[in-house]
């Protein structure tokens, strides 16, 4: 897989994967099965849950995973690697197995959003571009649905690419903001590429660019008359820009019978011009005139401006969004959680810290969904050993797993499990939907988690419960390490 200026993008790997991987080589674990886990530790912004992101771009990767000569060149001018583990280089591609939940899926720390069992070396080196991907895109879905969900039904469209962390923050970063909910994005590239789809009409330069506001109004109306949308505040949004935007409407739209048209306002009080421009707009005939603001927004602004009574009909959402200003790292790590013995037996592994929030969990895992019967609202997810199953007719009780006084008992639910396999044996078994597909299943599963769990403060916490099970070999490991109180690893 390479970019656009010829980087090999297996390469966008932190060094200590090639410094590990050349030591399992030598120390004879390259075909050592090892098991990794994805997760991340807190939502953004104190948010109640976050949108999963960034799959296909994974996928992609995992396919395309090579090293050129000129690669081996490169790590053999380091003088550190066996030649042998050089070579095997040569030939290098994914042989394991990767689950994942679904692209657009609402998901809540802590619990296994993509597992990857493979050969120890191979596992490794899929670290740093799989948590790339999936903490940038994760990132900017999770700040769209926030920003979409303030917007309360008014479309919103990403213009962020100017002030994005690079190209990829840019074009991925528009992918990720339409899976969260956005109509669409100021980003011609990712229109081109994942058909997120690209609008734009015009800058205050091509006001600046006639001999009077009016000239560049009428112009424009003349160029673009069936998608005509005035940007009305290079001067003065009510004594100028708006006037002169009703006189080009009168000019050159309404004879020939065109009534669908807009305006924009890229500066001032949104709450008090948008009221103004609404009644001079509606006064001159022109009802169906939309009403589009920019200019530094979030969902915080958003909903205030809405509760304000300002008169929009829809909001480009730059920096605060393609940057998730707010809030800008996601936080998703990659951990391992167990290891094949040479007899094949599984072996947990956990890692401990004096930060209760960074103690894994530990083993092989799988993560259920409890969906309410009558209601259909997601209850509490649940993780557990692979082995074990739910049996959904039967009551069950969840916990918080931190305040285990924290119980409530499910009687009516239905149990579904959330990762899919996406990669077998090094093959690829996943249909990756389209990408619409995947915008109309996240405001689908939006839809199951109660309106207390997305509230914007102190949101209700959504139960992520471990398995008797899982719990009990989580404390018999802890309870281990403490009684052998020493440094060596814990298994």
């Known amino acids: 897989m390479k970019t656009a200026n010829g980087i090999n993008l297996t390469m966008l790997c932190d060094f200590y994967e090639l410094t590990m991987g050349n030591g399992y080589w030598q120390s004879g674990m390259k075909d050592r099965i090892t098991y990794f886990d994805v997760f991340f530790r807190n939502v953004p912004d104190e948010g109640g849950y976050a949108v999963a992101a960034g799959l296909e771009q994974i996928v992609d990767y995992v396919q395309k995973l090579h090293f050129d000569e000129e690669d081996i060149e490169y790590l053999r001018g380091r003088g550190i690697f066996d030649e042998s583990f050089l070579q095997y280089l040569k030939n290098f591609r994914f042989h394991g197995d990767i689950w994942a939940v679904p692209e657009g899926t609402p998901i809540f720390p802590r619990e296994p959003v993509i597992t990857v069992r493979a050969p120890a070396i191979e596992a490794q080196l899929l670290e740093t571009y799989m948590l790339l991907e999936f903490n940038h895109q994760s990132l900017i879905a999770t700040k769209a649905s926030r920003i979409c969900r303030a917007a309360e039904g008014r479309a919103v469209l990403e213009f962020g690419s100017r002030r994005a962390q690079g190209i990829a923050g840019a074009v991925t970063g528009a992918r990720a903001a339409f899976i969260g909910g956005c109509a669409g994005t100021a980003c011609t590239v990712s229109d081109q590429i994942y058909g997120v789809p690209a609008a734009g009409t015009m800058a205050h330069s091509w ?32 004594r100028s820009g708006v006037p002169n935007a009703i006189r080009a409407f009168n000019n050159i739209l309404k004879p020939r019978g065109i009534t669908r048209c807009g305006i924009r306002l890229d500066s001032g009080d949104m709450a008090y011009l948008t009221k103004k421009a609404r009644a001079m707009l509606d006064e001159a005939g022109w009802t169906e005139c939309k009403i589009t603001v920019s200019n530094s927004l979030d969902e915080r602004l958003i909903r205030d401006l809405i509760r304000q009574g300002a008169q929009i009909d829809s909001f480009g ?29 599984r072996i947990p592994k956990i890692k401990i810290s004096e930060n209760l929030g960074k103690i894994t969990n530990p083993d092989f895992k799988k993560l259920y969904r409890f969906y309410d019967r009558e209601t259909g609202k997601a209850e509490a997810d649940y993780i557990c050993l692979r082995e074990e199953t739910v049996d959904d007719t039967r009551p069950i009780t969840i916990c918080d797993p931190v305040a285990r006084w924290k119980k409530k008992t499910l009687d009516s639910y239905r149990a579904v499990e959330l990762q899919v396999p996406v990669f077998l044996n090094g093959e690829l078994v996943y249909d990756l939907p389209a990408l619409p597909d995947i915008k109309a299943y996240c405001a689908a599963q939006l839809e199951t988690l109660w309106p207390e769990v997305k509230r914007f403060n102190n949101p209700h916490e959504y139960y992520v419960d471990l398995s008797e099970n899982l719990m009990n070999l989580k404390d018999e490991m802890l309870n281990s390490f403490g009684r052998r109180n020493s440094g060596d690893a814990a298994e």
């Open 207 to 238: 006001v600046q660019m006639f001999n009077s506001e009016y000239e560049a109004f009428e112009t424009y109306c003349k160029t673009y008359p069936d998608n005509a949308v005035l940007l009305v505040d290079t001067f003065d949004t009510l």
């Open 317 to 345: 959402v730059g920096e605060r969004l393609i940057t998730s200003k707010s809030a800008p790292v996601f936080g998703g790590v990659y951990k391992l959680c167990a290891v094949d013995a040479e007899d094949g037996t």
